[in-house]
């Protein structure tokens, strides 16, 4: 279920829409449609996302720490996304590997 939420995600934002359903108040609040559109320019800038994995999770303050690594044409990618036990994404950063 990680992995669909993490492909799901990314997905999203490499199209330029989000599904706010699936996203904690905070972090819905956070990702303006400006940040959508930024985070929809940079990953297109590098081409399609490919090779989405999981590496590990952990817990921390009650919400799973996931550790995603993902293809973005040729550069290699790391995530981490914070999700509350109901599922919902509380926080996903991305940076180069």
Known sequence: MTKVAAQA???A???????????ASDFNDYLTPAKVAAAKA???ALGPISKVRVTGTSERGGLEV???LFD???????ALMY???SGKI????????
């Open 42 to 44: 940079a990953l297109n």
């Open 13 to 23: 934002l490499g199209k330029g829409t989000v599904d706010r359903s699936t996203l």
């Open 83 to 85: 999700r509350a036990p």
């Open 90 to 97: 509380e926080e996903f950063l991305i940076a180069r590997n």
């Open 72 to 78: 973005v044409g040729q550069t290699n990618a790391r």
């Open 66 to 68: 996931a550790t995603i």
């Open 9 to 11: 995600f990314l997905s």
